[in-house]
Structure formats: structure tokens, C-alpha cells
């Protein structure tokens, strides 16, 4: 098990902010930090880091909450809104100027960037000099602008024990005295995150590893306000198949993205996901229930994962070929009825979800599901594909007339006569199979690929099929 806070039951948070989607990064934060609570018997809380109003929308916000619903990650309690906790973030942003943990801040915009342009030149580190650290605010003039900073420790020095990283230290001296309150009396994002954090009782921060930095600055804050310390957990961040920082190019686009546009269940993109940086022995495919019971984060790796899309389309097709025939079959109705311009009927829907056993063999995706339905719903005649109009050349509708034939003396339309009889005709011509099956297929579905050919005679059914190997004749000019 990993390490918990003192006496306290676990409780993660997954805190994204509403500037665009829940991409897959974050996913796979929230993911873990779900995981941790649920097999720690702990608590999984939500909130919506909104306080940056010039880029947070009501859109974002309710993408990422539709995301973590298809992900199946449930949360505790009410979500929280940073932004309207901003009266309880700029309280304690008092106390501690109260209490001397901070100071104002009178300098102007013009003498920072003063400041900054000799650091860069002087090649020093980018942080405030303190200059404000220990004057008396009566220096500043009347009525002047002010920010409020946090008093950080200079001697010394902070570590950290990461339940993923290990242990990791900074020199006190590295810290600088961040703003707490802006000049018009807002609170920062540092300051917000801290506050939120302790309100809601979080006993473990994880999250990407490029807040590691963040940790030390919050620490300051904490224990300058005498409050018990988090566990941290900072995950390696998710990197492409070349071994680059993740980009859209290479997948790190909204979960909605995987679903809609990749044909994604869900259940496989969470069991890739946990598989990114963390592992049980062998295992590749687990249930929700095994991943509760199995994951600790103090087994996630240090270094970064690489995202495959290869791995995640295996796991699709077994999750798929495991999917229930009517769960599948009201996923690529919608998609269906997009390419069709109407709506599917109640028999379309009956027949769809008959279809499902055949198409789910072989799919990867919801959306090859979807493709490979098609041909069942198309109207007369159909429209062939040029590689599937090259096969019904004079050679094939000659197989087709001769399959026709047998095919209206078959006693019952069930498989064994079916196959009976086009095995019959293949014999009769001394063919393979193969030779007789492509221009069949190609009349009854206009495509070169489709579910096995018995089964796509069976879901047509006599009058459809029949009628469409007509139509195909009628194609020798």
C-alpha cells in the first residue's frame, strides 16, 4: 500500500482547468487519482480550476464533466468552483500578511521589467529580488498599487518524499516570493490551489510531474498557515511514439475525440490508460474491478510512457468482441444514420443489432463497426465500390447466374443450405471458394470486405439478397 497522510482517511482530487477539453493526459490523471481513492476506500473529489475568466467557458467545463462521465470516473460530493471560492483564497492571504508570512509589494510594472532585463543580461535566475521584502509600506506613495507576496524561507533547504519520484530537494534559496493577491485584490492561482486543497481535506496531490516545481512553492504556503501536509505523486508526463512531449499529432487530443472520432470504448481507453507507466506483473487486460484492487501509485513508474496507438486498437477490438450486441449496436446507430441522412427504423434497429455477433469479429473500432453495417441499410441498387465493380466483370456474373440459381432452389434460408449450396457451385466449376464468395460478396454489399459471406446472406435475408444479385446481373452489358 502506498503512504497515506497521519490519520486520515485518503482523499485525491482530479483539478482541471476549463480552458478546452479533457484531453488524454488528464484522463489518465484523473484515472489515477480515481483508482488510488477507490483502493485506498478514500474519497475522489472534482474541481473545476476556473479561475482564469478570460479563457474558462461553460463548453470546456462541460466537456470535461460529459469526458469523466464516459470514463466512468465518478466523484465524491459536489463539484467545486475555484473561482467562487475567490472571497475564502483572499481571507487567508490576509491572515498571512497578518501574521508576517507576507508583505505588499509596491513595485511598479516598469521597475520589474527592470529588474528582469538585468537578470537576463547578468544571466541570473528569473525571480523577484525581494526588494519590498523588508520595507515598511509607509516608503510607498499614498494610495499606491500594491500586490501581496508570500515571505519565502532563504536558508535551508525542502524535500520532498514523492511516492513516485522519490525523494527530491530544493535549496530554500531557488524559492522566490511568489504573489499571493494581485493588485486588485484577486488571488492567484498558487494561492487558490493551496487553499482548495486544504478545505477539502486533500491527503494526496497527483498530478503531472511538471507541477513538481509547484510542490515546493505551495509547501511554503503551508506550513507558513500551520496546515498538515499533503502526500505528493507527481506521474511522469505521456510522451508520442517517438519519444517527444506528447502533441496532437501524435493522439493528445479530448477523450471526446477517442470516442466520436477514433470509435474508442471506454473501457479499453481506461485499461491503456492505467497501463501507461504502471503495470501488474503480466496482466494486459483487467476489469475496473481487478485495476481497484491491483493499483497503488507508488507502482507508477518514474520514466515517461509512450503512447501506442497499435497497443490501444488491440484493446479496442477484445473490449468490442466483449461488448454486449445492443450497447454496440446503440453506439453506431447515430453514426449510421449520419452517412444515411435518415432515421433507422425499429426493424433496422433489430436487424443492426443481429449484425453485431458477425461485424465485431474483426473490428477495432466502433467506427469500423459502423462501416462494416452499411451495406445492410443501403437502398437498390447499390452503389459499388471501383474495387468491388472490377470483380462483377463477365467472368464473375457468370459465378453470380450460376449462385443465383441454386440460391432459388435452396429449401430454407439458414446457413448450412446456404453454405451447401455456393460450395456446390464452386465444385461444380472447379474454383476455390474464394473465387465464388468475392463477386458474391460484391453484389450483395457493393464493398470487397464484409462479415463472412454466409452471414451477410442470413442478415439480408432471402427477398434482399436475391433481389440485390439480380441487380448485379443487370450489370453485363
Given amino acids: 500500500m502506498g503512504a497515506s497522510a497521519p490519520n486520515r482517511p485518503v482523499v485525491t482530487r482530479f483539478a482541471p482547468s476549463p480552458t478546452g477539453y479533457l484531453h488524454i493526459g488528464g484522463a489518465r490523471t484523473a484515472l489515477y487519482n480515481w483508482l488510488y481513492a477507490r483502493h485506498m476506500g478514500g474519497k475522489f473529489l472534482l474541481r473545476i480550476e476556473d479561475t482564469d475568466r478570460a479563457r474558462s467557458t461553460d463548453d470546456a467545463i462541460e466537456a470535461i464533466i460529459e469526458g469523466m462521465k464516459w470514463l466512468d470516473l465518478d466523484w465524491d460530493g459536489e463539484i467545486v468552483m475555484q473561482f467562487a471560492r475567490a472571497a475564502r483564497h483572499a481571507e487567508v492571504a490576509r491572515d498571512l500578511l497578518a501574521n508576517g508570512h507576507a508583505y505588499k509589494c509596491f513595485a511598479t510594472a516598469e521597475e520589474l521589467e527592470a529588474m528582469?532585463?538585468?537578470?537576463?543580461?547578468?544571466?541570473?535566475?528569473?525571480?523577484?529580488d525581494g526588494r519590498w521584502r523588508d520595507r515598511d509600506p509607509s516608503e510607498?506613495?499614498?494610495?499606491?498599487?500594491?500586490v501581496v507576496r508570500l515571505k519565502a524561507p532563504k536558508e535551508g533547504s525542502v524535500t520532498i518524499a514523492d511516492l513516485v519520484q522519490g525523494d527530491v530537494t530544493v535549496n530554500n534559496a531557488e524559492l522566490d516570493d511568489f504573489v499571493l493577491l494581485r493588485s486588485d485584490g484577486?488571488?492567484?492561482y498558487m494561492l487558490s490551489v493551496v487553499v482548495d486543497d486544504h478545505d477539502m481535506g486533500i491527503t494526496h496531490v497527483i498530478r503531472g510531474d511538471d507541477h513538481l516545481n509547484n510542490a515546493f512553492r505551495q509547501l511554503v504556503l503551508i506550513r507558513a498557515m500551520g496546515w498538515e501536509e499533503p502526500v505528493y505523486a507527481h506521474v511522469p508526463l505521456i510522451h508520442g511514439a517517438d519519444g517527444a512531449k506528447l502533441s496532437k499529432r501524435h493522439g493528445?487530443?479530448?477523450?471526446e475525440a477517442y470516442r466520436d472520432e477514433m470509435?474508442?470504448?471506454p473501457e479499453a481507453l481506461c485499461n491503456y490508460l492505467v497501463k501507461l507507466g504502471w503495470g501488474h506483473g503480466d496482466a494486459e487486460v483487467f476489469s475496473r474491478e481487478q485495476a481497484v484492487e491491483w493499483f497503488d501509485i507508488a507502482d507508477v513508474g518514474?520514466?515517461?510512457?509512450?503512447?501506442?496507438?497499435?497497443?490501444l486498437e488491440h484493446l479496442n477490438g477484445i473490449y468490442i468482441r466483449e461488448a454486449a450486441d445492443e450497447r454496440l449496436a446503440a453506439i453506431v446507430a447515430p453514426q449510421i444514420e449520419s452517412t444515411l441522412a435518415r432515421t433507422l427504423t425499429e426493424s433496422d434497429s433489430a436487424k443492426l443489432v443481429a449484425a453485431m455477433p458477425a461485424l465485431k469479429l474483426r473490428a477495432k473500432s466502433t467506427l469500423a463497426l459502423a462501416e462494416g453495417a452499411l451495406f445492410l441499410f443501403e437502398s437498390r441498387p447499390l452503389a459499388y465500390a471501383d474495387a468491388a465493380r472490377a470483380l462483377l466483370d463477365d467472368a464473375g456474373l457468370d459465378l453470380l447466374a450460376k449462385v443465383i440459381n441454386v440460391l432459388q432452389e435452396c429449401p430454407e434460408w439458414a446457413e448450412a443450405a446456404l453454405e451447401s449450396a455456393v460450395k456446390g457451385v464452386a465444385e461444380e466449376v472447379a474454383v476455390g471458394l474464394g473465387k465464388v464468395a468475392q463477386p458474391l460478396r460484391a453484389a450483395l454489399t457493393g464493398r470487397t470486405t464484409s462479415p463472412g459471406i454466409y452471414d451477410v446472406l442470413l442478415l439480408l435475408g432471402?427477398?434482399?439478397a436475391m433481389a440485390r444479385l439480380n441487380d448485379a446481373l443487370g450489370l453485363r452489358g
Fill in 116 to 128: 528582469r532585463a538585468e537578470q537576463r543580461e547578468k544571466k541570473l535566475p528569473m525571480r523577484y
Fill in 140 to 146: 510607498a506613495p499614498a494610495g499606491a498599487p500594491y
Fill in 186 to 188: 484577486t488571488p492567484t
Fill in 252 to 255: 493528445a487530443l479530448g477523450v
Fill in 263 to 265: 470509435g474508442y470504448l
Fill in 302 to 311: 518514474r520514466g515517461a510512457a509512450r503512447f501506442d496507438f497499435k497497443k
Fill in 462 to 464: 432471402r427477398e434482399e
